[in-house]
C-alpha cells in the first residue's frame, strides 16, 4: 500500500463531506444488516416465508461490500493512499 510521503492537508468543506459519506456509510450498513435480522426472524415465526426471505438475505452482503469498497475508494484516493 501506497501512502502520502508528505502530510495531507484537508479543508473545512472537505472534512465535512467525508463526515456526510461516512454517515451515509453507517446509515446504509444500519439499513442493510436491519433487513438481515428482519428477514431472520421473519423465517424463524413464518418458515413459509424461508424462499422469499432468502433473496432479501443473499443481497445484503454484496450491497455491504459494495459500499464499503467505494467509501475505502473515496478516502484512499482523498488521503492519497494507493493499493499496491
Given amino acids: 500500500m501506497g501512502l502520502p510521503t508528505e502530510p495531507v492537508t484537508l479543508s473545512v468543506e472537505q472534512i465535512s463531506e467525508l463526515n456526510r459519506r461516512l454517515s451515509a456509510l453507517r446509515h446504509d450498513i444500519n ?15 413464518n418458515p413459509d416465508m424461508a424462499k ?13 461490500t459494495e459500499n464499503l469498497n467505494k467509501f475505502s475508494a473515496e478516502v484512499e484516493a482523498l488521503f492519497g493512499i494507493t493499493r499496491s
Fill in 31 to 45: 439499513n442493510q444488516l436491519s433487513l438481515v435480522a428482519a428477514a431472520a426472524e421473519i423465517i424463524r415465526f
Fill in 52 to 64: 422469499r426471505m432468502a433473496v432479501t438475505l443473499a443481497e445484503q452482503p454484496s450491497k455491504i
